[in-house]
């Protein structure tokens, strides 16, 4: 969870070094999936329709569950994000 904390401060430093990390990490927060389309990331956070309704009724925010596809991501192929 402190990965994007530090491609952010990764950017900071000589440009010779820099990564595009962070973008990728940024990019990957409001990348379309299913019925949401690259629009629905427009709205402002939380509108109910950019909401998913998971099991029980909760609803997150579609950047929350692109979020968590992140993680997973890393979690799976930590060497391409270290």
């Known amino acids: 969870m402190q990965s994007p904390l530090g ?3 990764a950017k900071c430093w000589d440009p010779a070094v820099n990564s595009d990390k962070f973008e990728t990490f ?3 927060l409001s990348k379309p ?3 949401f389309s690259a629009q629905s ?3 402002p956070f939380e509108h109910p329709e950019r909401l998913v309704t998971l099991d029980g009724g909760f609803a997150v925010d579609i950047a929350i569950v692109n979020y968590g596809k992140w993680v997973k991501e890393v979690g799976i192929n930590a060497e ?3």
Do not use: K, P, T
Request: proline residues 0%.
């Open 7 to 9: 491609y952010w401060q």
């Open 26 to 28: 940024c990019a990957s």
């Open 33 to 35: 999936f299913g019925r």
């Open 41 to 43: 990331f427009d709205l």
């Open 80 to 82: 391409v994000y270290m």
